[in-house]
């Protein structure tokens, strides 16, 4: 049996919705997680069922407990607003049409810095969809087409587009006992930026990123791993 | 390895052990947690599911539109009363369905099983079985296996999306899996728990999935209470003796190619059935057009 009973009997999540509210929760945390920095307002683009229906599922609600850091069986997730106030959180909701995308997508703009103008603050755009039963996929990072599910622990590479770059940072995981189970590259165009996903089998220790990261042609690494991840929200200021 | 209730079954019979023991070996198996692990991890899920059963049975929770709020403890008073048509037993069963319906629709906390629409069906049953014949956890936990065995096969053959095969994909299948569960916990043997599985798909083949203005409280409450009854009696009609002529696997199948026949409007769409009435429209407008 390749279906795991804890699927069938799961997930513990809060309500409604395993697609429109556990979903949603857990693709905000991710893209918080990937994020990495503080940020003082996030804009979010609801396209499809997501716009349709975000106000019967608390997906607004959701999506606000992710980019906090609250887990999607944090009973606080429907206080999201309230905590986000008293973190010095920003937040705003749009309908938008996306296009040809999955029904429940979500373009999240991420607001760089402990506060600032929305005007002229740098910011961070990820897109990502619920597909239902609380898995999500992760589609886009800033301008780089992906597909990220994070059911594994993933690190994630940004580097220059140069041969023998992404070799060098698999050659760096081989040797410090690291299995990758699978690996995805995209780039903006030929010879400028690259962006790898490696999906490995257990997380990964800091001191191994930190070598990818001293790495030449290596612009940015990470590790991210959902599972691990504290459960507690972490204030911005 | 099992990809049918036949392979299920005849797992069982070559291992000679308990159905929900086969399900554990596999389970750990396929995952590579160990017995212990495992069992702390049903521990924490019939947790989940027990507080959200007895949660909104005292207290009315607020829900988008209050379409719910209080059905459970409504019903858990007159549960308590004894002189329900159902007995007192089914009515406290159907209560705690409701009160799980209802935390799920106030954003509480569920444990979907096997979806968030169908929460209130397995934890109704086993927790009313808990309390009717004190049952020890650990037995409960055994029934949970049981379920999650007959859960998994129809989540690999067929579905238990509403959006794909309607509400007999979900409550139907929460129904099965927790009809099964029944058996196990009344002492009944593998047949009857079969058996079960095939009445209670049965009893809800073609059952449309039409949530009002979109939202997981009506019908999905009413229908958590009755598949759990549908779970309880068909788990009655096996026990009694009564042997499905169908195989469950085929049950299985036929549940799943009526829910490809059924229109999209029918599908968690919250364009047909109790969702298109003339007053489930209006609800639906006045919830998220009310300026119009």
Known sequence: MEISILDVLGPVMIGPSSSHTAGAAKLARAARQIVGNPFFHVKFALHGSFAETYRGHGTDQALVAGVLGLREDDERLRESFELARKAGLGFSFTRTDLGDVHQNTVQMTFYLGESGDLATAPTRQIRGSSLGGGRILITRIDSFDTEITLEAPTILVMQKDLPGVISSVTAVLAHSGVNIGTMRVSRTARGKLACCVLEIDSPVDRSIIEKIRAMPNILHAQAIAMEEEETQYVHQH | ?292
């Not at chain 2, 007895?54 to 009315?60: E, P």
């Not at chain 2, 096996?238 to 799943?256: H, T, W």
Request: hydrophobic share 45%; proline share 3%.
């Open chain 2, 1 to 292: 390895m099992y990809t049918s209730i036949e392979s299920l079954v005849a797992l069982d019979k070559e291992r000679g052990h308990p159905l929900w023991q086969v399900v554990l070996e596999e389970e750990m198996a396929l995952s590579g947690v160990s017995r212990e692990q495992l069992w702390e991890q049903l521990r924490q899920r019939y947790h989940v599911m027990r507080a959200s059963a007895y949660r909104a049975l005292d207290q009315a929770l607020p829900t988008v539109g209050n379409l719910i709020s209080g059905v459970a403890k409504t019903h858990n008073a007159y549960a308590s009363q004894g002189n329900g048509l159902c007995g007192s037993f089914l009515n406290r069963v159907m209560a705690m369905a409701l009160s799980c319906s209802e935390v799920n629709a106030s954003m509480g906390k569920i444990c979907a099983a096997p979806t968030a629409g169908s929460c209130g069906i397995l934890p109704a049953v086993l927790v009313g079985l808990q309390e009717r014949d004190n049952l020890s956890t650990d037995t409960i936990l055994e029934g949970l296996l049981v379920a999650g065995g007959i859960g998994a096969v129809i989540t690999r053959n067929a579905t238990v999306a509403g959006a794909e095969g309607g509400c007999q994909a979900e409550c139907g299948v929460a129904a099965a899996m927790a009809g099964a569960a029944a058996v196990h916990l009344q002492k009944g043997t593998v047949e009857q728990m079969v058996n079960a599985v095939c009445f209670a798909l049965m009893n809800v083949m073609g059952l449309v999935c039409d949530p009002v203005a979109g939202l997981v409280q009506v019908p999905c409450a009413q229908r958590n209470a009755s598949q759990a009854v549908n779970a309880l009696l068909s788990a009655d009609l096996a026990l009694a003796g009564m042997q499905s002529i169908i195989p469950a696997d085929q049950v299985i199948e036929a549940m799943y190619r009526v829910g490809k026949m059924l229109p999209e409007q029918l599908r968690e769409t919250g364009q047909g059935g109790i969702a298109a009435t003339e007053k489930g429209r209006e609800i639906s407008h006045a919830l998220f057009h009310p300026q119009e």
